[in-house]
């Protein structure tokens, strides 16, 4: 890749949030270094956040070609510039960190799946509530992604019930996870790839849903621990 800036585009779409050019003069003819991105398929991905940015950030950027923002504030925004399972991660203080993701309503109609490498750091049983990876909802529609506090299932949880999936996973090592929606009424979790189990479960209403990052929509169930490449397949 030689000649133009602007046109870099390893799957498709440029890696937005991978690639910055120091400073703010573009009239250099080079630009050394490399260029890596993740191979993983496009085919109706609408979120990918890589979280490569740097300590301080206080917004993040999704790599997808419809180049969303998820922000924060203050006390509530997780850590950014931690080392992650690929370059950058972001830790979430298990607290009150919370990363809304804006201009973005996801429907779950036709299925859906959301992934994220997770490095959990509570001690079992110390949360007191399972934490959320990630939060898909509109007020009682939708679902959340979490962790058992013991470690030992990932629950799905709508406004109408909780139901679970034995895994086998552990505090401070990293780990992906994935839940694939079938919109007749059931989910199935993986853990590095592998299918833990397949469990009946309805979604109601799935369309125009928002999605929340480490936590509930509302902030409370904060994820404690590191998470890194969020995805999410419509």
């Known amino acids: 890749i030689s000649g133009t800036v602007g046109t870099v585009a390893i799957d498709d779409f440029g890696p937005w949030a991978d690639v910055t050019v120091p400073g703010d003069d573009l009239s250099q003819p080079t630009i050394n ?14 979120i990918h956040f890589h979280f490569e ?8 950027v999704d790599g997808t070609q419809y180049q969303l923002t998820a922000s924060c504030s203050g006390g509530t925004c997780p ?16 607290v009150d960190d919370s990363l809304p993701v804006a201009d973005r309503d996801f429907s779950i ?5 959301v992934m994220s490498w997770v ?3 509570w001690a079992a049983n110390g949360q007191g509530y399972n934490p959320i990876v990630l939060d898909v909802e509109n007020g009682n529609e939708g679902f959340s992604l979490e962790i058992a506090d013991d470690y030992s299932s990932m629950l799905v949880r709508t ?19 994935a839940l694939t929606i079938d919109p007749a009424g059931a989910w199935t979790g993986y853990v590095n790839g592998l299918p833990t189990d397949t469990i009946s479960q309805t979604f109601g209403t799935p369309g125009d849903l928002t999605l929340t990052i480490g936590s509930d929509a509302d902030g409370s169930n904060s994820f ?3 998470l890194d490449e969020v995805m999410v397949y419509d």
């Open 79 to 94: 850590a950014a510039g931690q080392a992650g399972q690929y370059g950058n991660a972001v830790q979430f203080d298990g």
């Open 33 to 46: 270094g490399t260029i890596s991105d993740l191979r993983y398929d496009t085919l109706n991905r609408v």
């Open 224 to 226: 404690a621990g590191l």
């Open 53 to 60: 940015e740097a300590a301080g950030a206080t917004t993040f």
């Open 109 to 113: 109609e036709n299925g859906a799946t």
């Open 159 to 177: 406004a109408a019930e909780t139901l679970s999936a034995p895994i086998t996973i552990n505090p401070n090592e990293w780990t992906h996870l």
């Open 119 to 121: 490095q959990p750091t």
